[in-house]
């Protein structure tokens, strides 16, 4: 291994209770909301086609349009109790907003910038109320925060002379200062979800973010930080130079997930995910695919059976609204997660091989393991197949706690017979374990 002064710090997961925590809490939601919500995509009857929330970099939005938007940012009807019912009924347990996005404008009032919601006819804070309202649903908030800013004086994608590497330097107070305004402000937050993190500037000054984690582990202790904040000082980012993850989870699953166990390398994981293929921020059109509620299920179900976090990104219209098909996503996903969310909550990988029909998830720490179904074969029998010395002693589908009595197949091999083949959302059975010498030694010695 190559010495790093700035690498990870600890081989192998977090085991602390705030990490446990965060870790227990498996579905979380993302909120992109700031002034790309204005154009929503669209500019002087022309539609942008990248993502709402980068149109500022579009050739046809001038920056002095863009940075002119926030005289009209004024959401009346921002209802923070509102957006977190909706999460709760959802099933969401963490919400993750971004506090300050790549144009730079900043939802809250900081002390170290004009470009805030104080100059809008806004005026008032909006990350304060959202917090609070979360916490009271019971939710945790974590706050994402771009190192890009494209509104501020100072900051350099790289540094070319020494009048850059003045400017960043002051670019990189200007960064410690908001974060730690930010934890000074919002205490009762859970951790930071930094994004634009990939310019040289920033990659090449390893010892920075690496400094700068710790500074904000020692004002707020436990501090849930992603992969994404640093780089090592050969500019590795994510994994350093030894291939060690950085940070407390790996954050490069945007908009993608691992297929295998073996793609996390053991390590917390969270995937974040966009309604339609490619927009955060509000969109009036969106084109191509748009998720349904079983899709994302799937999605939520496969990244805890993986041992991963799953969050799902929502883009509120300008006046504090969210479009319709994003309420009936959360309405859909939030009546299956009311009869079913027991086998996300605290999921984590079974260790048992996968079956075509979906995915096995164990309840942490227990003999409690969960299978989903999202494929049932045509033969309407569900084939178990468990580790060695496991055995199989009892099966309730969750849904109207309807007993399964399991057909043995000899060695670890069961067959489970669902009443039905149809239905239009997925199965949840619960599976009764023994592994080991306190099981039935009849069914082991047949097993042989
Ligand atoms: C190439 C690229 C840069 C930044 C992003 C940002 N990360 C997501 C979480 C959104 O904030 C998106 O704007 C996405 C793709």
Known sequence: TIALQHGAHRTGNRTDADMARWRSLRFGQFIHWGLYAIPGGEWN?????????????????????????????????????????????????????????????????????????????????????????????????????????????????SLKNAADSAAGKRFQLFVKNQLAELLQRYPTIKGFWFDGTWDDSWKNDGAFSDELEQYLQSLHPGLVMGSRLRADEKGARHFDSNGRLMGDYEQGWERKLPATIEDVHGNDWEAVMTVPENQW????????????????????????????????????????????????????????????????????????EKQDWGYYIRKAGTDSVYMVVFNIPVSGSLRVKLPARTELTGASM????????????????????LPGKTTDSPVVILLKTVTGENKDKGNFEKAK
């Open 281 to 352: 921020g509000y969109h009036a059109k969106w084109t191509g695919h748009v998720k349904t509620v079983n899709e994302i299920l799937e999605m939520l179900v496969k990244s805890v059976s993986l041992n991963g976090n799953f969050v799902l990104n929502f883009g509120p219209k300008a006046d504090g609204t969210f479009r319709t098909e994003e309420q009936q996503l959360a309405a859909g996903i939030g009546q299956w997660m009311k009869v079913n969310g027991e086998a996300v909550y605290n999921g984590t990988y079974a260790g048992f």
């Open 45 to 157: 009857g022309k539609t942008y086609n990248g993502a709402a929330e980068w149109i500022r970099s579009w050739k046809e939005m001038p920056h002095e349009e863009y940075d002119k938007l926030y005289r009209q940012f004024n959401p009346v009807n921002f209802n923070p109790q509102q957006w977190a019912a909706q999460a709760k009924s959802m099933g969401a347990k963490y919400m993750i907003i971004t506090t300050k996005h790549h144009d730079g404008f900043c939802l809250w009032p900081s002390k170290y910038s004009k470009y805030t919601i104080a100059a809008t006819p806004w005026k008032k804070d909006l990350l304060g109320p959202m917090i609070d309202a979360y916490n009271k649903a019971g939710i945790d908030v974590h706050l994402y925060f771009s190192i890009i800013d494209w509104n501020h004086p100072d900051y350099r994608a």
């Open 398 to 417: 969750l849904l109207g706690n309807t007993t399964l009595t399991p057909e043995w197949i000899g060695r670890n091999e069961y067959f489970l017979h």
